[in-house]
């Protein structure tokens, strides 16, 4: 079946520009996280989706940053006046869960680079 | 505060040989998930494998096997008679075992190279 899918794979933007950035979960797929990975690195949470509501926005860097899930499917991730230091590849994962199976399924990702 | 390391930053080996992938990890929880995933140059994350912390069986799968050892905080990876097509970044995670938000904690990654 289709996987979790990510538009756009990448996004070239100048700094202070807003971007938006869009998860699509694997159907049926209650949970959705983001996660940020940075060159060299392993992927660093930022922000839990149970539903429409975000259960856990912990982990988001700043203001500048926020996510939503309206109708508990599609996910956009929005980052205003970007930095130069928020380039690197966004990653979207939605998370199955059925008895003692409990696994996130990561989508390909969208590289951003702000110039 | 929870925390994996993998120690190994890149790792190149000749195609046949077998490799080991070390993944050390902290936790102040008694229960808790411990994952692999591989990232190949395509960038897209694929899991491989999920073990509970009160399961420390280790586990063959094919050419892969994992050796969790709760004594030592590890969970190593081993690929037996690599491939090329091996090659990837291969990553280690934790997330905490209790329901609702279970973010995973990702070590940096270990870059293996399987040469021809």
């Keep these: 079946g289709a996987g ?3 538009t756009p794979s990448n996004k070239v933007t100048e700094k202070g520009k807003y971007v938006e950035l869009r998860c699509d979960p694997i159907s049926g797929h209650t949970a959705l996280y983001w996660y940020r ?4 690195q392993g992927p660093e949470f ?10 856990d926005d912990s982990g988001l860097p700043n203001d500048r940053f926020f996510a939503v899930r309206p109708e508990g499917s599609v996910s956009t991730l929005k980052i205003q006046r970007t930095e130069r230091g928020d380039s690197a590849v966004y990653l979207c ?3 199955w869960t059925s008895g003692s199976v409990d696994t996130q399924y990561f989508g390909p990702g969208t590289r951003l680079t702000v110039l | 505060a929870q925390k994996v390391t993998q120690a190994q930053t ?7 040989e077998d490799v080991t992938l070390d993944c050390v990890y902290e936790t102040r ?19 491989l494998i999920r073990r509970n912390s009160f399961d420390e069986q280790n586990e063959i799968s094919g050419r892969y096997s994992w050796n969790f050892q709760k004594s030592t905080s590890s969970f190593n990876f ?10 990837a970044v291969y990553f280690c995670a934790l997330s905490e075992a209790r ?18």
Excluded: C, H, M
Aim: without cysteine; glycine residues 10%; aromatic residues 12%.
């Design chain 1, 4 to 6: 979790v899918s990510q």
């Design chain 1, 37 to 40: 990975q940075s060159l060299g």
């Design chain 1, 46 to 55: 930022l922000i839990y989706f149970q539903g429409t509501g975000a259960a």
């Design chain 1, 93 to 95: 994962a939605s998370r």
């Design chain 2, 10 to 16: 890149e790792i190149s080996v000749v195609e046949k």
């Design chain 2, 29 to 47: 929880d008694t229960t808790y998930y411990l994952f692999w995933y591989k990232q190949p140059p395509s960038g897209e994350l694929v899991f």
């Design chain 2, 78 to 87: 081993t690929i037996t008679a690599s491939q090329v097509v091996d090659s």
């Design chain 2, 99 to 116: 329901s609702g938000n279970t973010p995973l904690v990702f070590g940096k990654g270990t870059r293996l190279s399987v040469i021809a």
